[in-house]
């Protein structure tokens, strides 16, 4: 399948929808693919030819020889999980460098002590904590809006020992009263000689790769190029209008990729909303329609809902519309990918919620995702007629079983959005498009 122009993929829910497959199907034929949120919290799980990965970092683009991947000045950007990735992608024979990779001079460095201020800050949270990948997000993006980040053209600078030292200095300070435990392990992370040996090394395989995308991504979207976004996280976990404080700290939509390309929404022509075929969650925050006994246990265990990055069971339950229609509106989401259909296939019930209640209000459309809204809002069910045959293994769209067509159309005559994408199974050949 062939996408022209500029496209973004993003995530509808709490992320792990199974975005990695479409940006991997879709980048086959992409000039540049963008990853433009997030860091090393996201796991996309690609699917193909040279194995199975789980990346973290480097966009999926990476397998097209003829692509530029590009990671851009919004990411957070972790130069030692970059490397691994580049590394394991090279044992496996895929091509990189800077031809095929462009790392943002913009794109801001986790450090370690972000890391250590991560984990810290969970500590300090408790009951409440926001249940991080602990990979440094938060404190980098804080760092970031604090104008203190030290960033990867940073990184070819002279005086990159320094900028880091000084930085290092006050940092230490900082977690130093973080750290109520007086926990070792901090003092290890912040070793003076290891953080400048690991940067070396890492500077060694970036180098090459650090430059300015800006200029190269509008010159290729004003020639008409195909222009792949890749989005991590989902909307519901955007640090504006996701669940907060139950959030990542960057913009997983729209917003997100404009603020890291310059491109407006007039300059896209698909933003596809990568939505499951039911709703999964890691880490803390409401879940309207989690299941938190039998039924769920059953998702999990058929969807194998276990978070790519973390291994952290993942919370499951029935695809949430009230969610995925605000998740439509605050996206500007026009085209839906449905995945993971064919885990519905094992279960004995299948619901849908259509809308909630709160305070004696019927809410279509969630109409904020405020916490607290959240957490009281009642989940209203549709029970839907479960199919007796599998979808797995099924070519052809129209020969799904009947009642499974009528869920994809329930959906999209819900929510008045094309499901253009349907997904039965993880492999890239196991998809519908109905795009004309
Ligand atoms: P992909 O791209 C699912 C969640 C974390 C936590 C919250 C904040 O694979 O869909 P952070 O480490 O970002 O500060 O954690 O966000 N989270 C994700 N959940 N998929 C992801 O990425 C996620 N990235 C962050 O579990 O609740
Ligand atoms: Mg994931």
Same mark, same amino acid.
Do not use: C
């Given at each position: 399948m062939k996408l022209k122009g500029t496209n973004i993929v993003i995530d509808t829910a709490w992320g792990d929808s199974g975005k990695g497959k479409f940006v991997d199907v879709f980048s086959h034929s992409a000039d540049l693919v963008v990853r433009f949120n997030g860091g090393a919290n996201a796991g996309h799980t690609v699917v193909n030819d040279y194995g199975e990965f789980k990346f973290h970092l480097i966009p999926t683009g990476i397998f097209n020889p003829n692509a530029l991947s590009i990671l851009a000045g919004s990411v957070?950007?972790?130069?030692?999980?970059?490397?691994?990735?580049?590394?394991?992608? %090279?044992?496996?024979?895929?091509?990189?460098?800077?031809?095929?990779?462009?790392?943002?001079?913009? /794109?801001?460095?986790?450090?370690? *002590?972000?890391?250590? %201020?991560?984990?810290? %800050?969970?500590?300090?949270?408790?009951?409440?904590?926001?249940?991080?990948? @602990? %990979? @440094?997000?938060?404190?980098l993006y804080a760092d970031r809006t604090e104008r203190i980040g030290v960033r990867m053209g940073d990184m070819l600078r002279e005086n990159f020992e320094e900028i880091i030292l000084r930085e290092l200095a006050w940092q230490k300070q900082l977690i130093s009263i973080m750290n109520v435990n007086n926990d070792d392990i901090y003092g290890?992370?912040?070793?003076?000689?290891?953080?400048?040996?690991?940067?070396?090394? /890492?500077?060694?395989?970036? /180098?090459?790769?650090?430059?300015?995308?800006?200029?190269?991504? *509008?010159?290729?979207?004003?020639? @008409?190029a195909n222009i792949l976004g890749e989005g991590a996280q989902g909307m519901l976990l955007d640090i504006d209008l996701g669940t907060y404080p139950y959030v990542t700290s960057s913009h997983p939509g729209i917003t997100g990729f404009s603020i890291a390309t310059g491109l407006q929404q007039n300059d896209i022509q698909r933003v596809i909303g990568v939505t499951k075929a039911y709703q999964t969650r890691v880490g803390s925050g409401p879940m309207p329609t989690e299941l938190t006994g039998k039924v769920g246990d059953k998702l999990r265990e058929l969807g194998n809902e276990y978070g790519a990055t973390t291994g952290r069971p993942r919370r499951c339950g029935w695809l949430d519309l009230p969610a995925l229609r605000y998740s439509l509106q605050i996206g500007g989401i026009n085209s839906i990918a449905l995945t993971k259909i064919d885990i519905l296939d094992g279960m004995d019930e299948i619901k849908i919620c259509t809308h909630y209640e709160h305070n004696s209000r019927r809410y279509d459309t969630l109409p904020t995702a405020d916490a607290e809204f959240m957490a009281e809002a009642k989940p209203i069910y549709k029970t839907m007629p479960r199919w007796q045959s599998p979808t797995e293994g099924i070519k052809n769209f129209i020969d799904f079983p009947k009642e499974a067509q009528k869920y994809v159309k329930f959906i999209e005559d819900s929510v008045g959005v094309k499901v253009e994408i349907i997904s039965n199974g993880p492999a890239r050949n196991e998809v519908f498009y109905r795009i004309e």
């Open positions: 957070a950007l972790s130069p030692l999980t970059l490397v691994s990735e580049i590394e394991e992608l %090279r044992k496996k024979s895929v091509k990189i460098s800077e031809k095929n990779l462009l790392i943002s001079e913009y /794109a801001h460095i986790i450090m370690p *002590w972000h890391i250590a %201020r991560d984990t810290l %800050r969970e500590t300090a949270r408790g009951a409440s904590k926001v249940g991080t990948t @602990g %990979r @440094g997000i938060g404190p290890e992370m912040l070793d003076k000689d290891k953080i400048l040996a690991d940067f070396r090394a /890492a500077k060694e395989v970036l /180098a090459p790769m650090i430059g300015n995308p800006l200029p190269i991504i *509008w010159k290729a979207q004003k020639e @008409g």
